[in-house]
């Protein structure tokens, strides 16, 4: 039907239901006379015409009630039986007064509309599409409507309401509901205020993503009191620090106070993801401990006891990496020599698939990989195991296995290692990386142990293959 739009918007609904049903063709100074005409009611889906037999009685629709179980009002029966019709053609369900479809069940005209600009998302504040609340009637509750977008953000969030104020809680599911915090809209923080210091509140922005207020997404409160979104958290965590860099732990920390980032998690998947990430700050710990021996400490480190102040001069001071295959740490020098590089080059950043520790990197020009001998990656033995798919061990260490390393991550060492005391008292007699590192030895059928990679020129070259198949 070609037309200008009506006030009540009937031509543009025609248009939208053309696809689905044919819409009966009536002349539009006929349509009009008709729309003003009480005698009659018009289907705004199909333009299907009846006469009006008048409002029905009100007794007859006390049954009816809301998808929420409320029973209608006086008015709203008044208005039900009045303007809520069926077409017989279509069987479209709409209001006869304001032509919505479907009929918007619990609310007189006046009343839905003024709804319409009160019912928003939760999350996105984006208004709610009047065909949901139409059908459904009244929510129970306004303040927890979530628009299609925002599903799998409510599906994250605890189903738990604030007792003191009535809102629902914005926390993560991953939070136990009897440690979750209060409520955190602007006008709750203010009357609990107890003091002059600004307290976050769901209008501030996230202080990792800064880009949306934290009452958009689900969050976390750490234990140190600060409040992040959910998503940021375990997205900091997931990409740790630069791919190719040396190992930074800052993606543990809070960025607000450098405080551990830990929140009170009853998920397993997150208490697992929590407990890795301990570990694998405790193995770092170990390793970065061995590996201060080795070198000359300042003056004012030297004689300090406190493990967490050395560890702290340690990450500060030397680099270490993940390996591209094993997923160990090892050392790799000192980050001044970094920096000595960076004054004419830019920042110093391999391709992961470059950093490979000297146990996965061994292998024989002659003979290749399958002969090497390696050390005991957790004492000054010679290994006889080779377990996990990255771990050699000496019978006395294979035997305690769980006494060295964890049992969900092989790669994090959990116990105390002995210190080599240097190659003049050391079993293999060589110089080799500090106890906890993958370290080859040689190649076995050369006959003498050829420590890879080569550190000098005049190093004993292997022999020929054809004299390694005679002897």
Not at 3 to 20: H, P
Not at 139 to 148: E, F, G, H, S
Not at 440 to 446: D, H, K, P, Q, S
Request: hydrophobic share 30%; net charge negative.
């Amino acid at each position: 039907v070609e037309a200008e739009e009506s006030d009540y918007g009937i031509y543009y609904l025609v248009n939208m239901a053309e696809e689905q049903v044919e819409c009966l063709e009536i002349d539009p100074e006929l349509l009009q006379f008709l729309m003003n005409d009480p005698s009659y009611v018009i289907c705004p889906h199909c333009n299907n015409v009846w006469e009006n037999a008048g409002a029905g009685n009100e007794d007859d629709c006390r049954h009816v009630k809301t998808d929420n179980g409320k029973p209608l009002s006086a008015e709203c029966r008044r208005h039900y039986t009045e303007h809520r019709f069926r077409c017989q053609r279509c069987e479209s369900i709409f209001c006869s007064e304001c032509k919505r479809i479907p009929y918007h069940l619990g609310y007189t005209c006046e009343d839905f509309e003024n709804a319409m600009q009160a019912f928003k998302c939760r999350w996105c504040k984006d208004p709610i599409p009047a065909d949901n609340i139409a059908s459904t009637g009244p929510p129970k509750d306004p303040q927890r409507l979530v628009c299609a977008k925002c599903t799998d953000k409510d599906s994250a969030c605890l189903n738990k309401v604030h007792t003191a104020c009535g809102h629902p809680a914005i926390w993560h599911h991953s939070m136990p509901s009897r440690k979750m915090g209060d409520c955190i809209r602007p006008e709750c923080v203010e009357a609990r205020k107890k003091n002059e210091e600004a307290e976050t509140t769901s209008e501030d922005l996230c202080a990792i993503c800064w880009v949306e207020e934290l009452g958009e997404h689900p969050c976390l409160k750490l234990t140190c009191g600060h409040i992040f979104h959910a998503h940021c958290i375990k997205d900091k965590l997931k990409h740790r620090w630069e791919a190719g860099a040396a190992v930074s732990l800052t993606f543990l920390e809070c960025p607000l106070c450098k405080a551990p980032i830990h929140w009170p998690a009853v998920c397993q998947p997150h208490v697992n993801d929590l407990r890795e990430l301990k570990e694998m700050r405790a193995d770092l710990k170990i390793r970065c401990l061995e590996q201060l021996k080795q070198i000359e400490l300042p003056e004012e480190f030297k004689g300090v006891t406190d493990d967490e102040k050395l560890f702290d001069y340690a990450m500060h001071k030397l680099n270490f990496y993940e390996c591209f295959k094993c997923k160990s740490f090892y050392y790799g020098g000192k980050k001044e020599c970094d920096q000595q590089v960076e004054e004419d080059e830019e920042k110093l950043v391999l391709k992961p698939e470059e950093l490979v520790c000297g146990g996965c990197r061994g292998s024989c020009e002659i003979h290749g990989s399958e002969q090497m001998v390696y050390k005991c990656r957790f004492c000054c033995s010679v290994a006889s195991y080779f377990c996990f798919g990255h771990t050699h061990f000496c019978p006395e260490c294979h035997a305690k296995p769980w006494d060295i390393v964890s049992q969900n991550n092989y790669q994090f060492i959990v116990g105390n290692l002995k210190a080599c005391e240097g190659p003049d008292t050391c079993p293999l007699g060589v110089e080799h990386p500090p106890n906890g590192e993958e370290f080859v030895l040689g190649c076995a059928y050369c006959g003498e142990f050829v420590h890879l990679p080569s550190t000098s020129s005049e190093d004993p070259l292997p022999p020929k293959k054809e004299e390694a198949s005679n002897e």
